[in-house]
């Protein structure tokens, strides 16, 4: 299984990046998928993600600025980042937790990281 995460970006305070995360491989069905970041000396915390029901959550310091969304089809998650603020400067992950097979384990898999810089 592979994540491919693409759309970071430099851009200043104010502005917008779409983060994009595309899944891959053998794939019986996705749990749920995500985003995280980890800043410079920080440790990595959750931005947005959709639960096992189908709802979303988020972290307080992104809602109403940053919105999750996915096309299952493709089995791909999107990350839409509004009003972008310098300490939103991270690089971010996608996970997946998924399904190999029928019979398999629910196993977590991590995208390489795409690094969002905001000017201030």
């Known amino acids: 299984v592979q994540l491919q995460a693409s759309g970071g970006g430099l851009v200043q305070a104010g502005g917008s990046l779409r983060l994009s995360c595309a899944a891959s491989?053998?794939?019986?069905?996705?749990?749920?998928m995500g985003w995280f970041r980890q800043a410079p000396g920080k440790q990595r915390e959750l931005v947005a993600q959709?639960?096992?029901?189908?709802?979303?959550n988020y972290a307080d310091d992104v809602k109403g600025r940053f919105t999750i969304s996915s096309d299952n089809a493709k089995r791909t998650v999107y990350l839409q980042m509004n009003s972008l603020k310098p300490e939103d400067t991270a690089v971010y992950y996608c996970?997946?937790?998924?399904?190999?097979?029928?019979?398999?384990?629910?196993?977590?898999?991590w995208g390489q990281g795409t690094l969002v810089t905001v000017s201030s």
């Open positions: 491989g053998i794939i019986f069905s996705i749990a749920h």
């Open positions: 959709f639960s096992e029901t189908g709802g979303t």
């Open positions: 996970y997946a937790d998924l399904f190999q097979s029928i019979r398999s384990t629910r196993q977590s898999f």
